[in-house]
């Protein structure tokens, strides 16, 4: 069974630091996504990892792809408070498309 | 372009009732997921439904049901509500499989269900 860890679960931050998120998983996968979701909202899909060695960027965050170890990151680059949310990794089982397994998410705190 | 719109947004039930909440999906899209997402953990996967058939299912008991129209959309019941019910449900559409360099899936806003 696919398990999907994320750490920290909590994370608080000062404006203008680095951090990174982490995200393993148990078994192997051809699909990543990170989403981000904010108090009482949905889910927004921030990025999307394809293939091993795979790196997205989408202004101060960076995503990762390291599929041999089963890991990737969420980089935050000089934070700002608009990044505070809960950010969660989802993966999908190789060859099962329709099903993706969430992590529990990293809570991300910014202060101002 | 319409997104994933879900009904109601907010909804109050009692111990041992029976609810439906609705998804639409976003245009295009024509596979609906309903996610279970409690207070502070990650969505959990309910099941999938493609061409008005469901085609996975998580670890939910058979008070959890759906259901999906001809028109895409879809409905999710659930029987005999528990307290341990309540949570934000979700629905995520999909054009078929996610395919690879697809972004996947698009979530709804949810329907908070609160069993008292």
């Known amino acids: 069974e696919l398990k999907v860890e994320q750490n920290p679960l909590f994370l608080s931050m000062q404006e203008g630091k680095n951090y990174t998120i982490y995200c393993n998983y148990s078994t192997t996968s051809d699909r990543l996504y990170w989403y981000r979701q904010d108090p009482g909202k949905s889910l927004e899909s921030l990025f999307v990892l394809l293939s091993n060695g795979a790196v997205k960027q989408e202004g101060r965050l960076m995503a990762s792809l390291d599929t041999k170890a089963r890991l990737s990151t969420l980089h935050i680059t000089a934070a700002v408070h608009d990044l505070s949310a809960t950010y969660f990794c989802?993966?999908?089982?190789?060859?099962?498309?329709?099903?993706?397994?969430f992590g529990k998410g990293t809570r991300l705190h910014i202060l101002p | 372009d319409a997104g994933v719109t879900q009904s109601p947004t907010h909804l109050i039930k009692t111990r041992g009732q029976q609810v439906t909440l609705r998804c639409s999906p976003k245009s295009g899209h024509d596979t609906v997921s309903w996610y279970q997402q409690a207070l502070g953990q990650g969505p959990q996967f309910i099941f999938q439904y493609y061409e008005e058939e469901e085609r996975q299912r998580g670890n939910f008991p058979d008070r959890f049901s759906g259901h999906q129209f001809p028109n895409y959309s879809s409905e999710l019941n659930v029987n005999a509500l528990l307290l341990g019910d309540s949570a934000l449900y979700l629905c995520?559409?999909?054009?078929?499989?996610?395919?690879?360099?697809?972004?996947?899936?698009?979530f709804g806003s949810g329907t908070r269900l609160t069993v008292v």
């Open positions: 989802a993966v999908v089982l190789m060859n099962r498309d329709d099903k993706i397994i």
């Open positions: 995520a559409s999909s054009r078929g499989v996610a395919r690879q360099g697809d972004y996947g899936y698009t």
